[in-house]
């Protein structure tokens, strides 16, 4: 997928991969696509409820070797 | 829609007691609150210009696991079931069991509480210190980070008043 932004969260804990996409986040433009990887379990219930309370768009959630890829579109 | 408020009280002034309200705070900022924290008696603590000698005790603490954050992991799984008698004894048990959960915070990722009380602030989270601790611990205002407001119990409530979630940690 494109995105015009990634962010690397891996190694990161409660609640900084959240606090990190916000703030990556702050740094694009309204439709704009963040791509951001974690390796906090927590991150994958965390993210959507992010979006839900924001308003910005995730778009997909995926995990494959117990890292966590988050595509988010900025509302 | 209206923006979400929340308002904390921090009341405690021990490392791993400041987690919880920086954690929150910080994550509400995040997701669009309008946050302000109260930080009284112990609490106050938690806004000194320097955290780093905030410490966690294990003495009388049965909740909390005593495990090596060093070690091959059969070592590091032990929890050291140590009695409060013994703890009460050794001199600079509290600095060793500090020392240790600074060590398992920073293998974990998990932030240090300077950089979440930073973190707040660049979120415009609203620090409000208790005037009357102020005193009463004999601090005076230059202890403490800039950016505060030293209020008293009414002017927390003027905010508290208004909000959607009120926390007392």
């Known amino acids: 997928m494109d995105f015009d932004k990634e962010l690397d969260a891996r190694g990161l804990n409660c609640p900084l991969p959240i606090l990190r996409t916000k703030k990556a986040l702050a740094e694009l433009s309204a439709g704009n696509i963040l791509k951001v990887i974690a390796t906090d379990p927590g991150s994958v219930k965390d993210m959507t409820a992010f979006a839900k309370q924001t308003g910005n768009e995730l778009i997909s959630s995926a995990e494959a070797g117990g890292e966590y890829t988050f595509f988010m579109k900025k509302k | ?15 791993d007691w400041a987690y919880p309200p920086f954690i929150l705070a910080s994550t509400a900022a995040a997701l669009g609150y309008e946050v302000q924290m109260f930080f ?3 609490g106050l603590q938690l806004l000194r210009k320097d955290v780093s000698f905030l410490k966690v005790s294990p003495l009388g603490n049965p909740g909390m696991p005593m495990k090596m954050p060093f070690g091959p992991k059969w070592f590091k799984d032990i929890n050291w079931n140590i009695p409060n008698a013994i703890q009460s004894l050794v001199p600079g048990y509290e600095n060793v069991a500090t020392s240790l959960m600074k060590m398992t915070i920073k293998n974990n990722g998990v932030a240090t509480i300077a950089e979440l009380r930073s973190l707040c602030q660049e979120a415009d989270v609203k620090f409000l210190a208790c005037q009357m601790t102020v005193e009463l611990f004999g601090f005076s205002h230059d202890d403490f980070i800039s950016g505060l407001d030293f209020v008293g119990a ?3 409530f003027e905010f508290a008043g208004e909000t959607d979630i009120c926390l007392f940690i």
């Open chain 2, 154 to 156: 009414a002017s927390f």
């Open chain 2, 40 to 42: 009284t008696f112990y």
């Open chain 2, 1 to 15: 829609m209206d923006t979400k408020k929340l308002a904390i009280i921090a009341t405690k002034g021990t490392l």
